[in-house]
């Protein structure tokens, strides 16, 4: 095996860092947006922010040093890179076809939580249904054909350890190898490249000095266990009704009944209570109001769409 050839244990290393990075961020975003509603225009259009702002981060490594961001945190350089077409390609690899999948499961979680409240298709349409049906066994799929790829390369196999450099790079096969890098490689000419390279510079001088918490953060997200005992609310009991909240001028127009929805005021539809505050009302109203406000309509508290619970009677 070539000493140039990175081992199993940096480049798993570097694709776990390199998604951590988003979940991490989204999360930080999710939480300021649930404590300050000036972030929620950027938590309901994350994915796009972050989009243009991978593309920046990728587009200067790439150009500078043949590499992505956390490839070039690993000291690791993408061989052959010859000429622009390698580095379109790698920013699709790297950035448009995770955004396309995160778009792909976002709209497939919408159809199947639709699904399971209703028991009907998104807008019954058959498109939804293809989608709900056969999507999960297309992901698995990709899954499964990443894990044989992953052990090629660990058994010396295969010399990519990337799905997508095989799709992209079908006879010159992109590969990592192990490198060493000069910042004066190749200077930066335009404004595009002293700008990007400036935001690389930047996030890079944070990002070493914050990738454990960066790891960390990626860590709780994901342990739903360990979000819901830290959200775990005092009260036993539903809170007193607040005073309206400003800028509700519909605040004082909820009624509160054993059976009726605070919202819309009708007899409640596929019943979900809101954890943070016990209040419970029709799924679509709730889930509406929430995707606007985030908190809760009665109280004014903090809450999302993971403090929803369907209530089977």
Not at 109 to 131: A, C, G, P, S, V
Not at 298 to 313: A, K, M, Y
């Amino acid at each position: 095996m070539s000493t140039n050839r990175p081992s199993i244990f940096v480049v798993w290393s570097e694709d776990l860092l390199h998604r951590s990075i988003r979940r991490a961020l989204k999360f930080m975003i999710k939480f300021l947006s649930s404590n300050n509603s000036k972030f929620h225009n950027l938590e309901q259009n994350f994915d796009e922010y972050f989009l243009v702002f991978d593309l920046i981060l990728q587009w200067s490594h790439l150009y500078r040093y043949q590499t992505s961001f956390t490839e070039y945190y690993f000291s690791l350089k993408r061989s052959p890179f010859y000429n622009r077409s390698d580095l379109f390609k790698s920013l699709l690899q790297l950035c448009l076809v995770p955004y396309a999948m995160e778009k792909l499961d976002n709209y497939y979680e919408k159809i199947h939580e639709h699904y399971l409240i209703t028991n009907h298709y998104l807008n019954d349409d058959d498109q939804n249904k293809f989608i709900h049906q056969y999507y999960p066994f297309v992901r698995k799929s990709v899954q499964l054909l990443r894990l044989l790829i992953w052990l090629s390369y660990a058994t010396g196999g295969d010399h990519s350890h990337c799905p997508w450099f095989i799709l992209f790079w079908p006879t010159n096969r992109m590969t990592l190898v192990n490198s060493k890098f000069n910042d004066d490689e190749i200077p930066v000419t335009n404004f595009l490249s002293k700008l990007s390279y400036i935001m690389s510079n930047i996030f890079s001088i944070t990002f070493r000095s914050s990738a454990f918490i960066i790891q960390f953060l990626d860590y709780w997200n994901t342990r739903t266990d360990l979000r819901q005992m830290f959200n775990v609310q005092q009260q036993q009991t539903p809170p007193d009704l607040l005073p309206p909240i400003s800028g509700d001028n519909h605040q004082n127009n909820f009624k509160l009944s054993s059976n009726l929805c605070p919202i819309c005021g009708q007899k409640r539809q596929n019943e979900t209570a809101l954890t943070s505050s016990g209040y419970i009302f029709c799924y679509n109203c709730i889930h509406s109001y929430l995707m606007k406000n985030h908190r809760c309509p009665i109280t004014g508290f903090p809450s999302d769409f993971e403090q929803l619970v369907r209530i089977f009677s």
